[in-house]
Every structure is written in C-alpha cells, then in structure tokens.
C-alpha cells in the first residue's frame, strides 16, 4: 500500500462547484515576463552551481546542500538534507540514487520528470500564460545576487500563486514562494549560492563511508503506457491541466505494480495512484490529507482499489481529480 513516507520519497526522487474565478480578467502575460521563465528554465542546463537552500512551510525549517555540475555528458548533482533524517540524492542525467543512511537503503529510479529546486519549470511552458498571469514587479538582492522577482497569479481557484526570484545574470531561480492569496503556504530559497565555480566530479560521488557500508538497494522500476492504455482514467480533468504520462511502477520493495496517471497544468504537478486493496490488512482510510507545505493528498475507495490523488495544489482541486477518476471496461 502507499503510505505517506513512499509518497514523500515520490516527490523527493520529483465536487462539487468552485469559487468564482479569481482572475479571469487578467491580461496577456508580457513578453518580457515570459522571457524571464524562459531564462530560468533554461539556467539549470547552462550553469554549474554549488549551493545552500532552506525550505520553509507549516512552521518547519529544512536545510539542504546542492552541488550541480553541467558539461557535455549532461547533468550531474547531489541534494544532500542537513535536517533531520538524513537523506542524500546523486543524479547523473536522468538516473537517480537516493540514500537513506538510517535505514541503510537506497532507492533507485530513471526519472520521467524532473522538478527539484531550483530546477522547477520544464524547457516547455507553452500553458503557463493559460493558467497564470506572470508579471515583473521589482528587484531584490537575494544571497548577494540581483534578482527579478515575477508574480504569476492563477487564472482561476483552481492553484495556487508562485513569486519567482530569478537571478539577473545566470537565470537561476534563488527563492521560490507558494502562494494561497496573500498567504504563503511554503518557500525555498537559497541562503548562500556560488555560480559558474569549477566543481570535481568527485563531490558528486559517494564518498568512501557510503560505499564502505552494506545497503539494501531496491530498483523503482517505472514502465511507460500508451494514451489510454490503463484501463484507469480521469473522467474531467480540470480546466489548464493536461495529462503528462500512464505509468505501472513499484514504489516499494514489493514488485506490486502501481498504475500512475501524471497531470500537469504547466507548473504545478498532480499525480494518480491506484493500487488493489489487500485483504487481511487494514481498510484504508478516505479522506483529504495535508501533507506540508503546498502537497495535499486525498484517498478514496472505488469497488476493491484505493485512489490516491497527491499534488501541489489546493484541497479542492485535488478532491475533484480524485473524484474524477473512473475504470473504463
């Protein structure tokens, strides 16, 4: 069964009637603004960068450090987490090891999205203007470096508000604020951060006491579908998003499939998890879940699976996908 620790691995590797729309007469996004979230996409692949970031939400502070290399074999980085249980996370392009020295567990899987800090936007954002209204406000100095800030105010009820603090010269993204109207429901922002700085591969592999030690080492093994090939679908996707992929993928030790339906409305991310239910263990229980931060979860049950919708955005959105989906015969 998925548990809230498999979802939140998950991401680490990654009714009704609604309100009126909150903005459904905001302008054309500007060029120059869309510039801006072109840039940024594209810093990640352009820059080496070493860093330390900080990720704030629910009254919760968590420490990261980051070291991203870039050449012509492609992306190399490592995300390690000074708070708290420890957990590190090597990429080498699309391959991704994530350590769990507590536990003396790795979790391997080829990445079919990506989406860490400060690497949020994918290279394509045709829809963003769709479901946002992007807007350059001001300039603010974050960690020593000149940043555009950009407002992208959503279209509709449907998700939530982003600030974007994007540095001037390289395109990076600094600081990243989730907005729920004038509240901030999470944030990331890098307190300390060295662009363009030559790195050794070397940071970027395990050192001698990870390799020296014994792991429990368990493949995530992800298998691409067909449109439509999974007999599970989403009846009515809500307005802006759009499904990215059907996959069947283990998310534990287990070899049980998952079937794993992802939507996107170009920013945020939402996915679909269906799984039988076992007998002799516990029924699950439905109902809408805060994980933290701008992650909610909503579990339902539909004849003898379970559904469960998890994804950045509000707990009225992701009830009315979860609601959505149905099995075609």
């Known amino acids: 069964m998925i548990s809230r620790k498999i979802i939140t691995l998950f991401f680490l590797l990654t009714f009704g009637f609604f309100h009126a729309a909150l903005a459904q007469n905001l302008p054309h996004s500007s060029e120059s603004a869309l510039g801006w979230l072109k840039k940024m996409a594209d810093a990640p692949r352009q820059h080496n960068y070493s860093g330390t970031f900080v990720y704030f939400a629910d009254g919760h502070m968590e420490t990261s450090r980051i070291i991203h290399k870039t050449d012509q074999s492609g992306e190399r980085e490592k995300i390690e987490v000074l708070d708290g249980i420890p957990r590190i996370v090597f990429r080498n392009n699309d391959e991704m090891k994530c350590y769990l020295p507590d536990s003396k567990k790795i979790y391997t899987e080829k990445r079919w999205f990506r989406k860490f800090f400060p690497n949020l936007l994918p290279q394509s954002f045709d829809s963003i203007n769709d479901n946002y ?69 070397d ?16 493949d995530l093994v992800t298998s691409i579908l067909k449109e439509g090939e999974l007999k599970w679908q989403v009846k009515n996707l809500p307005t802006g998003f759009k499904k990215l992929v059907e996959m069947k993928r283990n998310l534990t ?48 049950t539909l004849g003898d699976n379970k559904i469960t919708t998890v994804g950045e955005v509000p707990v009225e959105t992701i009830k009315l996908i979860g609601d959505s989906v149905f099995r075609q015969d």
């Open 253 to 300: 030790e287990k070899p049980t499939l998952v079937d794993h339906i992802a939507l996107s409305d170009g920013l945020a991310t939402v996915s679909i998890f269906i799984e039988p239910i076992i007998k002799d263990v516990p029924a699950p229980v439905p109902g809408v879940f805060t994980s933290r931060g701008a992650i909610n979860i909503y579990v339902r």
């Open 203 to 218: 940071s970027l592999r395990p050192d001698q006491s990870i390799l020296a030690q014994e792991w429990k080492v368990t």
């Open 133 to 201: 209204y992007v807007k350059e406000t001001k300039r603010e100095r974050i960690s020593d470096h000149e940043s555009q800030v950009l407002s992208l105010t959503p279209r509709d009820s449907l998700r939530y508000g982003h600030q974007f603090w994007i540095d001037v010269q390289s395109g990076l993204l600094l600081k990243v604020a989730v907005m729920d109207g004038n509240e901030t429901v999470e944030q990331f922002a890098f307190v300390q951060l060295e662009v363009d700085g030559e790195i050794h591969s």
